[in-house]
């Protein structure tokens, strides 16, 4: 409670996250680097089922860019495997608590098998309502908004308004982010939802994603409790 409210009305409606420091945590710690990946991976399910409890709607998930592909063979495989594992452990939490899963971002680079899975899970769970849940892959904000306005341009549109790129962005379906939480120590968006988060608050934290736990999460969930947002007012 917080002077006579309760603070989880006040929570935010939708959490993007830019899950930054996984190679970093696996090097300081002399793991493999998909080591780090893998403990990032339980992270992302420790925040989702503390998301349904405190009954926050939407969460995004910044899982792979398209700046990723430049990373070694080795590593996109794995990571490729990683997202394989975590797409078939994941599916029963996503049925049991009724958690609509979508994503974001070109895929085609993907294997067909992961594609698939994608779509699958995404046509198994498109009717829930507990929890939206989007997956950032081979995402970059800077392709989607020239995606959108290519659209637009091909239907003829000879004025566009914000409303018309918005509605034409890979997130039409989903609220614009209250906040933004990026990990690592970095200070910067990476290309993430630059459209969407005009307006959101963002929290920058140096923890390590695979050491951001529950406690640190609802420490960034009251951090923005106490802002004031203003949405360019007074």
């Not at 002077?3 to 006040?10: H, R």
């Not at 698939?116 to 829930?128: D, H, R």
């Amino acid at each position: 409670m917080n002077n006579g409210i309760d603070i989880q009305n006040l929570f935010p409606s939708h959490v993007a996250f830019i899950m930054d420091g996984n190679r970093r945590w696996a090097k300081k710690n002399n793991f493999p680097i998909i080591d780090g990946h893998k403990k990032g991976a339980e992270i992302i399910k420790k925040i989702v089922n503390k998301s349904i409890k405190l009954k926050i709607k939407y969460l995004t998930f910044f899982g792979f860019s398209t700046e990723n592909w430049n990373r070694s063979r080795k590593e996109v495989v794995q990571l490729q495997s990683l997202l394989k594992y975590y797409l078939d452990s994941e599916t029963h939490n996503f049925m049991e608590n009724k958690i609509n899963f979508s994503f974001i971002g070109d895929i085609e680079k993907f294997d067909t098998p992961i594609r698939q899975k994608l779509y699958n899970l995404k046509e198994v769970t498109n009717t829930f309502d507990k929890l939206f849940f989007t997956l950032a892959l081979g995402y970059g904000s800077r392709g989607e908004i020239l995606g959108s306005i290519n659209k637009l341009l091909k239907a003829n549109k000879t004025e566009i308004t914000e409303r018309n790129i918005s509605e034409n962005l890979m997130t039409s379906h989903l609220p614009d982010p209250d906040l933004v939480i990026r990990t690592s120590g970095e200070k910067r968006l990476s290309n993430f939802l630059l459209w969407q988060i005009a307006y959101s608050e963002l929290y920058f934290t140096k923890t390590q994603w695979p050491d951001f736990d529950v406690k640190r999460y609802m420490t960034a969930l009251k951090n923005f409790v106490n802002r004031k947002r203003r949405y360019g007012g007074d």
